[in-house]
C-alpha cells in the first residue's frame, strides 16, 4: 500500500511559478514509476507529467512541454512538479499518482495509487 499526499499548491498570477511536491509512505517508492495528472471542474483528468523509478526518464504532453519539470529525491520519498510560466488554463486540481510498474507510465489506469490533490490557480 502507498500512502500519497500533494502540497505547494495555491493561487499565483499567470506567468508565476509554484513547485509542487508529493511525499509517499512506503518502502516501494524508489521501485515506483510516479505520475502528475490534473483535473479542472467540469473536464476530465489529463496527464501532466511522469518520472520512472530512478529519474532518468520522463515525459511530458504539448500542453507543459518546456514549463513543468517532475523530478524525484528517492531518499526522501518525494516526487515533485515544478511549474514555470503558469497560464490560466493550468488551473486545476493537481493528483500525485504511484505506479507499480519502474518504468514510464503515462495513462491513468496504469496508476495503482493516488492522492487527494491540491489546488493551483492561475490568475490573469
Known amino acids: 500500500q502507498v500512502h500519497l499526499v500533494e502540497s505547494g499548491g495555491g493561487l499565483v498570477q499567470a506567468g508565476g511559478s509554484l513547485r509542487l511536491s508529493c511525499v509517499a509512505s512506503?518502502?516501494?517508492?524508489?521501485?515506483?514509476?510516479m505520475g502528475w495528472f490534473r483535473q479542472a471542474p467540469g473536464k476530465e483528468r489529463d496527464f501532466v507529467a511522469a518520472?520512472?523509478?530512478?529519474?532518468?526518464?520522463?515525459y511530458y504532453p504539448d500542453s507543459v512541454k518546456g514549463r513543468f519539470t517532475i523530478s524525484r529525491d528517492n531518499a526522501k520519498n518525494t516526487v515533485y512538479l515544478q511549474m514555470n510560466s503558469l497560464k490560466p488554463e493550468d488551473t486545476a486540481v493537481y493528483y500525485c499518482?504511484?505506479?507499480?510498474?519502474?518504468?514510464?507510465?503515462?495513462?491513468?489506469?496504469?496508476?495503482?495509487?493516488w492522492g487527494q490533490g491540491t489546488q493551483v490557480t492561475v490568475s490573469s
Open positions: 499518482a504511484a505506479a507499480s510498474s519502474r518504468q514510464l507510465v503515462i495513462a491513468g489506469d496504469e496508476f495503482d495509487y
Open positions: 512506503g518502502r516501494t517508492f524508489s521501485r515506483s514509476a
Open positions: 518520472i520512472n523509478w530512478s529519474g532518468g526518464a520522463t
